[in-house]
């Protein structure tokens, strides 16, 4: 069964400053791997995702994710972080040649931005 | 565009009582899930659609019901309220056949006293 580990509940970064949460996966085959952002009292909004090819994907916002297979990893990264990026974000993993309505979350990492 | 619709946003329900959450999409896609979220533990899937007429369980279906007559309409059934019950559901859709990009609806806080 497909799992996905957040080991980060909350991380607190300056403005400006780089960024990088991390997830790691588990699930036998290929992973279909997604970032996702939640907003204050809001739903979730899709940032990037990985289905194949390059391992460095680029999402909206400015953030990218790098998929690892050795290390069983999809960590999520922005250069320089906006006071508008404080939110939750949640890592999640798809099974391929599963229903599309399948999608597993991690449990999320609350992500502070310090003035 | 409405996307997808929730409703109601905000219910309380004493423990024994039933009730309905409702979840519609006007975008024709054919994958609909029901997901709650608690503090701490993300999102859990509780049931997927994958088309009129097809359900399945995800990780946490005790407790609920879900039926898929229609393509737009995904509504979930709280049989017997729990206090365990008590979360943020939050219903979402998708048109792809592999995993692909969810679409949410904006979800429903349920207390359940």
């Known amino acids: 069964a497909q799992s996905v580990t957040q080991p980060d509940i909350h991380i607190t970064v300056s403005e400006g400053a780089s960024l990088e949460l991390r997830c790691n996966y588990s699930?036998?085959?290929?992973?279909?791997l997604f970032w996702y952002v939640q907003s204050p009292g809001q739903g979730l909004q899709l940032l990037l995702k990985y289905f194949s090819g390059d391992t460095l994907v680029q999402g909206i916002k400015g953030f990218e994710a790098e998929f690892k297979r050795s290390q069983s990893s999809f960590n999520l990264r922005k250069p320089s972080v906006h006071w508008s990026d404080a939110a939750e974000y949640f890592c999640a993993v798809g099974a391929k040649y599963s229903s599309a309505s399948k999608i597993i979350f991690g449990s999320g990492t609350r992500l502070s931005i310090r003035p | 565009n409405a996307g997808v619709t929730q409703t109601p946003k905000f219910q309380v329900l004493k423990t024994g009582q039933s009730m309905t959450l409702q979840c519609a999409q006007d975008?024709?896609?054919?994958?609909m899930s029901w997901y709650r979220q608690d503090p701490g533990m993300g999102l859990r899937l509780i049931h997927y659609s994958v088309g009129a007429g097809i359900t399945d369980q995800g990780e946490v279906p005790n407790g609920y019901n879900v039926s898929r007559s229609t393509t737009e309409d995904f509504p979930l059934r709280l049989l017997s309220a729990a206090p365990s019950q008590t979360s943020v559901y939050f219903c979402?859709?998708?048109?792809?056949?592999?995993?692909?990009?969810?679409?949410f609806g904006e979800g429903s806080r349920l207390t359940v006293l």
């Open positions: 699930y036998g085959a290929t992973p279909y």
């Open positions: 975008m024709n896609h054919e994958y």
């Open positions: 979402a859709s998708s048109t792809d056949r592999v995993p692909g990009e969810l679409f």
